[in-house]
């Protein structure tokens, strides 16, 4: 079945919705049957099965039955803004992954990076991280927040574990399965020594990703996908 | 330190080795001190601390010490031949996150993939892992082998553990930290009925990698990184 996004709380059983333009001609493109069931996210936990209708030239979906998710556990990155390319790709992988938040962190050293992720990208960005969940078929969309400073982040970091991925910490212990989480993935040229005492005075214990040094979008995903595992072995184990 | 690519078997303490043009080329465009203290690895688990040397208008290396380092425990990722662009993204992973060989898997899937991975695409995908060695500073490069049909990867899949990454498997269980392990992802449409069918009866247990659908070149590397973790709790835990 196709999966497509809704307009944030625009999912209303027995209603009928109009589609995103760029929705509209995927379908065309696609020569989806024009009664054809589908499912809508809104990315805001809203998951509904519906059928295609058309009226006059414009392709509606009919909404028959929709089911609030609960949100996921907080799952927050913060990563140096490096690259906005590899920023991107991040993005796109945070909703499949379990990841609910992303913080682009303002380091000494993501400040010398030429292509680095700037305000007028995160549009862009946002974009991509909403669009990834007609593949993943998740129901809630990622928040990608404004680019920050490490002492911003730091000043209004939340509850619950905080890991530092550091090549030289520990392996990744095991916790509870709604815990929250915040994970800090360094830029290409790592954080410095004091913006690392800072994490530590802050309480992230340095935690081991991989068995090499990794690009910080591949230490996203595997934070990612370390700390799932973390939840599901904390719940069950 | 910088660290560069040598030839297989090319390190020898108290030798001098050429420099492959394109590694000349990127110390001469970082203006490299002429004398700078560098590492060297040749992918196949030689690492060796050496310094540059000007001869004549031509850079070389001083070998001054040579360590082979034991070759990871055998970690076999099977990945639908799909699109070689994310294919190519992907071999650059395989090194940092502990994969040692990558088989391209042509399955009735994959077939209808317009921008599939071909043979024509190896030798840019293989060197690719190998120039990925001087970002994460492993010594051992992955092998990336030809593609081949399903049939023929199970008749001569190796020993040990065995995964298909599947959304419904369940967590993935430790195990020792030099048992081999393959993990087989399907490409983008999936594995058929058919294809999982083969995968059952080869003793491959379905196992979950994160809460949503990932794309294929994602589903690899958190195969990785579960695969590691695994191996960490399987030795410690």
Do not use: N
């Amino acid at each position: 079945m196709i999966t497509l996004l809704a307009r944030p709380r625009s999912l209303v059983a027995d209603t009928t919705v109009t589609l995103e333009e760029e929705e509209e001609h995927h379908l065309v493109v696609r020569r989806t049957a024009p009664d054809a069931a589908i499912e809508l996210v809104d990315g805001e936990g809203a998951r509904a099965e519906g059928r295609l209708a058309l009226e006059g030239r414009r392709l509606l979906v009919r909404v028959l039955r929709v089911v609030q998710e609960p949100a996921p556990p907080a799952t927050i990155l913060a990563v140096g803004a490096g690259d906005r390319d590899r920023f991107a790709l991040l993005a796109e992988q945070l909703a499949p992954l379990g990841g609910t938040r992303l913080v682009p962190l303002e380091t000494v050293h993501t400040a010398s990076v030429a292509t680095r992720l700037r305000p007028t990208h995160l549009e862009r960005v946002r974009r991509r991280a909403r669009e990834a969940l007609k593949q993943c078929r998740a129901a809630w969309a990622p928040v990608i927040e404004d680019p920050c400073s490490l002492a911003e982040f730091l000043a209004r970091a939340g509850a619950g574990r905080r890991w530092l991925a550091e090549l030289t910490g520990k392996t990744a212990p095991s916790f509870g399965p709604t815990e929250p989480i915040t994970i800090a993935i360094g830029p290409e040229a790592g954080f410095t020594a004091e913006e690392q005492a800072a994490f530590a005075a802050a309480g992230f214990e340095p935690v081991r990703l991989a068995p090499h040094r990794l690009r910080f979008e591949t230490a996203a995903l595997a934070a990612l996908t370390t700390a799932w595992l973390a939840r599901q072995r904390g719940g069950y184990g």
